[in-house]
T-cell receptor
Framework: EDKVVQSPLSLVVHEGDTVTLNCSYEVTNFRSLLWYKQEKKAPTFLFMLTSSGIEKKSGRLSSILDKKELSSILNITATQTGDSAIYLCAVMNYGGSQGNLIFGKGTKLSVKP | NAGVMQNPRHLVRRRGQEARLRCSPMKGHSHVYWYRQLPEEGLKFMVYLQKENIIDESGMPKERFSAEFPKEGPSILRIQQVVRGDSAAYFC?????????????FGSGTRLTVV
Protein backbone atom coordinates (compact mmCIF):
# COMPACT_ATOMS: atom_id res chain seq x y z
CA GLU A 1 0.00 0.00 0.00
CA ASP A 2 1.29 3.45 -0.92
CA LYS A 3 2.11 5.57 2.09
CA VAL A 4 3.67 8.86 3.13
CA VAL A 5 5.15 9.31 6.60
CA GLN A 6 6.02 12.65 8.12
CA SER A 7 8.13 13.37 11.18
CA PRO A 8 8.00 14.75 13.69
CA LEU A 9 4.22 14.88 14.12
CA SER A 10 4.55 18.04 16.17
CA LEU A 11 7.28 20.50 16.95
CA VAL A 12 7.55 23.53 19.23
CA VAL A 13 10.31 26.07 18.62
CA HIS A 14 11.08 29.70 19.43
CA GLU A 15 11.18 32.55 16.98
CA GLY A 16 14.47 32.67 15.15
CA ASP A 17 15.07 28.92 15.31
CA THR A 18 15.66 26.84 12.20
CA VAL A 19 13.51 23.74 11.71
CA THR A 20 13.69 20.72 9.44
CA LEU A 21 10.59 18.72 8.65
CA ASN A 22 10.88 15.24 7.20
CA CYS A 23 8.82 13.29 4.72
CA SER A 24 9.43 9.73 3.56
CA TYR A 25 7.38 7.77 1.07
CA GLU A 26 6.72 4.33 -0.32
CA VAL A 27 4.73 4.61 -3.51
CA THR A 28 4.67 2.86 -6.84
CA ASN A 29 5.53 4.88 -9.93
CA PHE A 30 6.56 8.04 -8.09
CA ARG A 31 5.91 11.21 -10.05
CA SER A 32 6.30 14.18 -7.72
CA LEU A 33 6.30 15.26 -4.08
CA LEU A 34 4.47 18.33 -2.88
CA TRP A 35 4.52 20.41 0.29
CA TYR A 36 1.52 22.36 1.56
CA LYS A 37 0.97 24.70 4.49
CA GLN A 38 -2.36 24.45 6.33
CA GLU A 39 -3.41 27.22 8.71
CA LYS A 40 -6.87 26.23 9.98
CA LYS A 41 -8.32 26.58 6.52
CA ALA A 42 -7.34 25.59 3.00
CA PRO A 43 -3.97 23.94 2.41
CA THR A 44 -1.83 26.30 0.36
CA PHE A 45 0.80 25.09 -2.08
CA LEU A 46 4.47 25.57 -1.20
CA PHE A 47 6.67 23.41 -3.42
CA MET A 48 6.56 20.64 -5.98
CA LEU A 49 9.67 18.46 -6.31
CA THR A 50 10.29 16.09 -9.15
CA SER A 51 14.05 15.78 -9.50
CA SER A 52 16.49 14.61 -6.88
CA GLY A 53 19.03 17.02 -5.41
CA ILE A 54 17.57 20.24 -6.77
CA GLU A 55 16.65 22.65 -4.00
CA LYS A 56 13.53 24.71 -4.30
CA LYS A 57 13.57 27.95 -2.36
CA SER A 58 11.02 30.58 -1.44
CA GLY A 59 12.12 33.18 1.05
CA ARG A 60 12.98 31.45 4.32
CA LEU A 61 11.57 28.13 3.14
CA SER A 62 13.46 25.57 1.11
CA SER A 63 12.95 21.95 0.18
CA ILE A 64 14.85 19.16 -1.49
CA LEU A 65 14.06 15.67 -2.70
CA ASP A 66 16.22 12.56 -2.34
CA LYS A 67 14.85 9.84 -4.61
CA LYS A 68 17.50 7.36 -3.50
CA GLU A 69 16.38 7.68 0.11
CA LEU A 70 12.72 8.13 -0.87
CA SER A 71 12.48 11.25 1.22
CA SER A 72 12.27 15.00 1.28
CA ILE A 73 12.96 17.72 3.81
CA LEU A 74 11.41 21.12 4.29
CA ASN A 75 13.61 23.71 5.99
CA ILE A 76 12.42 26.92 7.57
CA THR A 77 15.07 29.35 8.74
CA ALA A 78 14.61 32.25 11.18
CA THR A 79 11.14 31.02 12.09
CA GLN A 80 8.37 33.51 12.87
CA THR A 81 5.09 33.06 14.73
CA GLY A 82 3.34 33.27 11.37
CA ASP A 83 5.02 30.02 10.38
CA SER A 84 2.86 28.18 12.93
CA ALA A 85 0.78 25.75 10.89
CA ILE A 86 0.45 22.14 9.86
CA TYR A 87 2.86 21.28 7.06
CA LEU A 88 1.57 18.57 4.75
CA CYS A 89 3.64 16.39 2.46
CA ALA A 90 1.91 14.65 -0.45
CA VAL A 91 3.04 12.36 -3.24
CA MET A 92 1.60 11.95 -6.69
CA ASN A 93 2.27 8.83 -8.71
CA TYR A 94 1.85 7.97 -12.35
CA GLY A 95 -1.03 5.89 -13.44
CA GLY A 96 -4.53 5.84 -12.17
CA SER A 97 -6.50 9.03 -12.46
CA GLN A 98 -3.54 11.32 -11.75
CA GLY A 99 -5.85 13.25 -9.50
CA ASN A 100 -4.98 11.31 -6.44
CA LEU A 101 -2.53 12.82 -3.97
CA ILE A 102 -1.33 10.61 -1.11
CA PHE A 103 -0.90 12.76 1.98
CA GLY A 104 1.07 12.25 5.16
CA LYS A 105 -0.48 13.10 8.52
CA GLY A 106 1.34 16.40 8.67
CA THR A 107 3.75 18.07 11.05
CA LYS A 108 2.21 20.60 13.42
CA LEU A 109 4.70 23.41 13.93
CA SER A 110 4.24 25.89 16.77
CA VAL A 111 6.54 28.90 16.88
CA LYS A 112 6.62 30.66 20.25
CA PRO A 113 7.53 34.36 20.51
CA ASN B 1 -11.51 35.38 -8.86
CA ALA B 2 -13.13 34.02 -5.72
CA GLY B 3 -11.12 30.81 -5.57
CA VAL B 4 -12.66 27.48 -4.66
CA MET B 5 -15.88 28.08 -2.72
CA GLN B 6 -17.21 25.48 -0.35
CA ASN B 7 -20.41 25.71 1.59
CA PRO B 8 -21.54 25.44 4.17
CA ARG B 9 -18.42 26.08 6.26
CA HIS B 10 -19.89 24.18 9.17
CA LEU B 11 -22.64 21.59 9.08
CA VAL B 12 -24.25 19.79 12.00
CA ARG B 13 -26.37 16.74 11.34
CA ARG B 14 -28.04 14.19 13.56
CA ARG B 15 -27.31 10.55 13.02
CA GLY B 16 -29.39 9.19 10.15
CA GLN B 17 -29.79 12.53 8.36
CA GLU B 18 -28.33 13.44 4.99
CA ALA B 19 -25.44 15.83 4.50
CA ARG B 20 -24.89 17.76 1.29
CA LEU B 21 -21.60 19.52 0.75
CA ARG B 22 -21.13 21.90 -2.15
CA CYS B 23 -18.03 22.95 -4.02
CA SER B 24 -17.76 25.58 -6.74
CA PRO B 25 -14.39 25.28 -8.50
CA MET B 26 -12.27 28.21 -9.54
CA LYS B 27 -13.33 29.87 -12.76
CA GLY B 28 -11.90 27.95 -15.67
CA HIS B 29 -11.27 24.79 -13.65
CA SER B 30 -13.07 21.68 -14.81
CA HIS B 31 -11.45 19.09 -12.52
CA VAL B 32 -12.72 18.67 -8.97
CA TYR B 33 -11.31 16.50 -6.17
CA TRP B 34 -12.79 15.74 -2.77
CA TYR B 35 -10.64 14.90 0.25
CA ARG B 36 -11.58 14.03 3.82
CA GLN B 37 -9.51 14.96 6.84
CA LEU B 38 -10.19 13.15 10.09
CA PRO B 39 -8.87 14.65 13.36
CA GLU B 40 -5.10 14.15 13.68
CA GLU B 41 -5.01 12.54 10.23
CA GLY B 42 -3.82 13.63 6.81
CA LEU B 43 -6.10 14.33 3.90
CA LYS B 44 -7.48 11.19 2.27
CA PHE B 45 -8.51 11.19 -1.36
CA MET B 46 -12.16 10.37 -1.95
CA VAL B 47 -13.20 11.13 -5.51
CA TYR B 48 -12.10 12.91 -8.67
CA LEU B 49 -14.67 14.33 -11.07
CA GLN B 50 -14.87 16.23 -14.28
CA LYS B 51 -18.04 17.80 -15.60
CA GLU B 52 -20.73 15.10 -15.68
CA ASN B 53 -18.15 12.34 -15.14
CA ILE B 54 -16.72 10.49 -12.19
CA ILE B 55 -13.11 9.74 -13.10
CA ASP B 56 -11.90 8.00 -9.96
CA GLU B 57 -13.99 7.16 -6.89
CA SER B 58 -11.57 4.64 -5.42
CA GLY B 59 -11.32 6.53 -2.12
CA MET B 60 -15.01 6.90 -1.49
CA PRO B 61 -16.92 4.43 0.69
CA LYS B 62 -19.21 2.37 -1.50
CA GLU B 63 -22.24 2.83 0.72
CA ARG B 64 -23.95 6.08 1.72
CA PHE B 65 -21.49 8.33 -0.15
CA SER B 66 -22.00 9.75 -3.63
CA ALA B 67 -20.63 12.64 -5.64
CA GLU B 68 -21.60 14.51 -8.75
CA PHE B 69 -20.38 17.42 -10.83
CA PRO B 70 -23.22 18.44 -13.14
CA LYS B 71 -22.91 20.41 -16.32
CA GLU B 72 -24.25 23.45 -14.50
CA GLY B 73 -23.73 24.26 -10.86
CA PRO B 74 -21.39 23.14 -8.12
CA SER B 75 -20.04 19.70 -7.34
CA ILE B 76 -21.99 17.96 -4.60
CA LEU B 77 -20.74 15.40 -2.10
CA ARG B 78 -23.70 13.63 -0.54
CA ILE B 79 -23.59 11.51 2.57
CA GLN B 80 -26.76 9.61 3.39
CA GLN B 81 -27.70 8.34 6.83
CA VAL B 82 -24.71 9.98 8.49
CA VAL B 83 -22.97 8.30 11.42
CA ARG B 84 -20.63 9.75 14.06
CA GLY B 85 -17.62 8.43 12.17
CA ASP B 86 -18.44 10.73 9.25
CA SER B 87 -17.53 13.75 11.38
CA ALA B 88 -14.55 15.29 9.62
CA ALA B 89 -13.40 18.20 7.50
CA TYR B 90 -14.19 17.72 3.82
CA PHE B 91 -12.00 19.63 1.40
CA CYS B 92 -12.58 20.23 -2.25
CA UNK B 93 -9.82 21.16 -4.69
CA UNK B 94 -9.97 22.11 -8.33
CA UNK B 95 -7.52 22.30 -11.18
CA UNK B 96 -7.54 23.23 -14.84
CA UNK B 97 -5.85 20.03 -15.98
CA UNK B 98 -5.21 16.45 -14.98
CA UNK B 99 -1.88 17.42 -13.47
CA UNK B 100 -3.51 18.13 -10.15
CA UNK B 101 -1.11 18.68 -7.27
CA UNK B 102 0.82 21.63 -8.59
CA UNK B 103 -2.26 23.19 -10.06
CA UNK B 104 -4.57 22.37 -7.16
CA UNK B 105 -6.43 25.11 -5.38
CA PHE B 106 -8.11 23.99 -2.19
CA GLY B 107 -11.29 25.37 -0.72
CA SER B 108 -11.57 26.22 2.97
CA GLY B 109 -13.44 23.03 3.72
CA THR B 110 -16.74 22.02 5.27
CA ARG B 111 -16.57 20.79 8.84
CA LEU B 112 -19.23 18.17 9.34
CA THR B 113 -20.25 17.28 12.87
CA VAL B 114 -22.61 14.37 13.43
CA VAL B 115 -24.39 14.42 16.78
Amino acid sequence: EDKVVQSPLSLVVHEGDTVTLNCSYEVTNFRSLLWYKQEKKAPTFLFMLTSSGIEKKSGRLSSILDKKELSSILNITATQTGDSAIYLCAVMNYGGSQGNLIFGKGTKLSVKP
Amino acid sequence: NAGVMQNPRHLVRRRGQEARLRCSPMKGHSHVYWYRQLPEEGLKFMVYLQKENIIDESGMPKERFSAEFPKEGPSILRIQQVVRGDSAAYFCASSSSRDGGYGYTFGSGTRLTVV
